[in-house]
């Protein structure tokens, strides 16, 4: 029963201190919009990994390719800008910690910037995805546990206004497939709870600031905690 802890998008200063050791989880996850020394800082004091999206808010983290410890971009020498030791599973499909984690970053297209897609990119993106999730099933027979994005899916958790607006093709995502969970960021609660919302058996929690989750791989979440 894995116990992860959540975060996105808003820095918890009691989490930036040694207190965040009596968490005592497996597992860091991030949605985004958090600065990455943040995250380092998480899974250092922790000394556990840190699997996370990016944000609208965060730099560009495509074409960087990791090959026996060097980093290039464009076929280049380069210094990758994301956290260092964390797993970037934007795009893919990864296994940390015992649990399938698939990733889908960014938000919906509302100025120029990184990290930022229209439905119909985000929709090619998610193809991918489910791609790569078919083809470890496949291989060894397991599903996703957690879906881990930055932005809800539309009419689940998100909000009216264009920035904050979810993705359609998560909706597809989910039904296609059926993590227990699916963790995201990107709408701030401001100061009120937002209650774990329901979407095809998925349960769906905004984990601005942090959620500390306790998994039930046999049987979906066991607990939460605020």
């Not at 090619?124 to 899916?153: E, F, I, K, M, Q």
Request: aromatic content about 6%; overall charge positive.
């Amino acid at each position: 029963m894995p116990k992860v802890l959540a975060v996105a998008d808003e820095v918890v200063e009691r989490l930036w201190t040694d207190r965040v050791r009596e968490l005592g989880v497996d597992l860091v996850v991030a949605a985004g919009d958090l600065p990455f020394d943040y995250l380092e800082f998480l899974s250092g004091a922790l000394d556990r990994p840190c699997v996370f999206v990016p944000g609208n808010h965060d730099v560009d983290l495509g074409g960087y390719t990791n090959v026996r410890g060097l980093w290039t971009r464009a076929g280049l020498p380069a210094r990758w800008p994301g956290p260092a030791g964390g797993v970037n599973a934007d795009g893919r499909v990864v296994d940390v910690a015992g649990l399938r984690i698939a990733g889908l970053g960014g938000s919906i297209r509302y100025r120029d910037g990184p990290n930022q897609w229209t439905e119909r990119q985000q929709a090619r993106r998610l193809r991918r995805v489910l791609r790569l999730a078919r083809w470890r099933r496949l291989r060894d027979g397991r599903g996703v546990d957690v879906l881990l994005t930055h932005s809800p899916p539309l009419g689940c958790g998100d909000e009216d206004d264009p920035p904050h607006r979810g993705f359609a093709c998560l909706h597809e995502g989910v039904r296609v497939l059926r993590p227990p969970l699916l963790l995201h960021g990107h709408v701030h609660p401001h100061g009120t709870p937002r209650s774990d919302r329901e979407l095809g058996g998925t349960r769906v929690v905004n984990v601005v600031g942090y959620r500390v989750l306790d998994l039930d791989l046999g049987g979906g979440e066991a607990g939460r905690a605020p």
